[in-house]
C-alpha cells in the first residue's frame, strides 16, 4: 500500500529536523505542511530533499492544514494516510501500529488514543486540557457512538491513519483547533468505521498555547461545542435521532438566517 505520513507544522525549528530524520526512517514518503510558520521553520525546510511541501503564506489554522494533506492524498492517490504532530508528542516509531491496524481491513480511521490504556511513562497533561477532552469525548459518544459502532477514548489526538478512499467521501471546512469535531460527525454521518489504537502520552511543552480566545479553557470548551452541535445539526438526516438530542433541529440558514451563521455556506 502506498502510505503517505502528513506533518502539519507552524514555528517548530526547535522540533522540525529531528522529527523529519525519524519519520524518513520508517521508509514513507512525506508531506509537510508549513502553516504561515514566522521562525526558523521555512528555512529548515529549504534544505530538506525528498519531501512534499505545502507553504500557506500566512497561518490559516490546524484544520486547514489537515484537510490539505488530505485533498493532497487524494489526489495523489495514495492508500493511507497517516497524520501527525511535529512537536514529539507523537512517537514515529509507532506508525508501523498504525499502518498495521489499518491493515486488518477493519477500519477507515485509526485514531490514537492516549486515554485507551496506561502506557509506561506517560506524562500528565495540563488539567485544562484534560477536562476538555474528558468532557467532548464524553459528548461525542452520548451523541454518536451508535452511529460510530464504538465510543472514543480520545477525541483529539491528531495521530492518525486514514482510508484514502473514504476521505474522498467527506466534505470537511473547518479550519481552526475545532477539526475534529466537524471530522467526528461526518465519520458517523458516513458510516466510516473506526477503531483506536492506544499510544503514549507526551507534553514536551506545557507553555503551548492554541491562541487569541481559545486561551481561555471555557471558552474553548464552548467553542468546540458549537463546532460540534453545529455539524450535527448540519448533517441531521444522516445521523440517529439520539445525535441531535436537545439541539435546534433546524440550522440557522433553514430558519432563512444568514447562512454564514450554520457553516453552510
Same mark, same amino acid.
Given at each position: 500500500?502506498? +502510505?503517505?505520513?502528513?506533518?502539519?507544522?507552524?514555528?517548530?525549528?526547535?522540533?522540525?529536523?529531528?522529527?523529519?530524520?525519524?519519520?524518513?526512517?520508517?521508509?514513507?514518503?512525506?508531506?509537510?505542511?508549513?502553516?504561515?510558520? +514566522?521562525?526558523?521553520?521555512?528555512?529548515?525546510?529549504?534544505?530538506?530533499?525528498?519531501?512534499?511541501?505545502?507553504?500557506?503564506?500566512?497561518?490559516?489554522?490546524? #484544520?486547514?492544514?489537515?484537510?490539505?494533506?488530505?485533498?493532497?492524498?487524494?489526489?495523489?492517490?495514495?492508500?493511507?494516510?497517516?497524520? /501527525?504532530?511535529?512537536?514529539?508528542?507523537?512517537?514515529?516509531?509507532?506508525?508501523?501500529?498504525?499502518?498495521? &491496524?489499518?491493515?486488518?481491513? $477493519?477500519? $477507515?480511521?485509526?485514531?490514537?488514543?492516549?486515554?485507551?490504556? !496506561?502506557?509506561? #511513562?506517560?506524562?500528565?497533561?495540563?488539567?485544562?486540557?484534560?477536562?476538555?477532552?474528558?468532557?467532548?469525548? &464524553?459528548?461525542?459518544?452520548?451523541?454518536?457512538?451508535?452511529? /460510530?459502532?464504538?465510543?472514543? +477514548?480520545?477525541?483529539?489526538?491528531?495521530?492518525?491513519?486514514?482510508?484514502?478512499?473514504?476521505?474522498?467521501?467527506?466534505?470537511?471546512?473547518?479550519?481552526?483547533?475545532?477539526?475534529?469535531?466537524?471530522?467526528?460527525?461526518?465519520?458517523?454521518?458516513?458510516?466510516?468505521? !473506526?477503531?483506536? %489504537?492506544?499510544?503514549? %502520552?507526551?507534553?514536551?511543552?506545557?507553555?503551548?498555547?492554541? #491562541?487569541?480566545?481559545?486561551?481561555?479553557?471555557?471558552?474553548?470548551?464552548?467553542?468546540?461545542?458549537?463546532?460540534?452541535?453545529?455539524?450535527?445539526?448540519?448533517?441531521?438526516?444522516?445521523?440517529? &435521532?439520539?445525535?441531535?438530542? #436537545?439541539?435546534?433541529?433546524?440550522?440557522?440558514?433553514?430558519?432563512?438566517?444568514?447562512?454564514? &451563521?450554520?457553516?453552510?455556506?
Amino acid at each position: 500500500m502506498r +502510505t503517505l505520513v502528513a506533518i502539519p507544522v507552524y514555528n517548530e525549528e526547535k522540533y522540525l529536523s529531528g522529527v523529519l530524520t525519524r519519520v524518513r526512517e520508517q521508509g514513507h514518503d512525506i508531506l509537510v505542511i508549513d502553516d504561515g510558520s +514566522t521562525d526558523a521553520t521555512p528555512a529548515i525546510l529549504a534544505k530538506e530533499r525528498g519531501i512534499a511541501l505545502i507553504r500557506q503564506p500566512r497561518n490559516v489554522g490546524y #484544520g486547514h492544514s489537515i484537510r490539505a494533506s488530505f485533498a493532497y492524498a487524494v489526489h495523489e492517490r495514495y492508500d493511507l494516510l497517516v497524520t /501527525m504532530d511535529c512537536d514529539e508528542q507523537h512517537e514515529p516509531g509507532e506508525i508501523p501500529l498504525f499502518l498495521a &491496524a489499518a491493515d486488518r481491513g $477493519d477500519a $477507515d480511521i485509526v485514531s490514537g488514543s492516549r486515554y485507551m490504556s !496506561v502506557v509506561a #511513562g506517560n506524562d500528565t497533561p495540563p488539567p485544562d486540557r484534560r477536562r476538555i477532552n474528558h468532557l467532548i469525548t &464524553a459528548e461525542i459518544n452520548d451523541r454518536l457512538a451508535a452511529a /460510530m459502532g464504538l465510543e472514543l +477514548t480520545d477525541a483529539f489526538c491528531g495521530f492518525k491513519a486514514h482510508r484514502v478512499e473514504a476521505l474522498a467521501r467527506l466534505d470537511l471546512s473547518e479550519n481552526g483547533y475545532a477539526f475534529p469535531m466537524q471530522l467526528w460527525a461526518q465519520a458517523a454521518a458516513a458510516k466510516l468505521r !473506526v477503531r483506536e %489504537l492506544p499510544v503514549k %502520552l507526551i507534553y514536551n511543552d506545557l507553555s503551548r498555547t492554541f #491562541g487569541g480566545m481559545l486561551d481561555d479553557p471555557d471558552r474553548r470548551l464552548a467553542h468546540y461545542r458549537a463546532v460540534l452541535h453545529r455539524e450535527l445539526v448540519r448533517l441531521r438526516r444522516h445521523l440517529p &435521532a439520539i445525535a441531535l438530542a #436537545g439541539l435546534e433541529a433546524r440550522p440557522a440558514c433553514d430558519r432563512g438566517e444568514d447562512r454564514r &451563521a450554520c457553516g453552510c455556506s
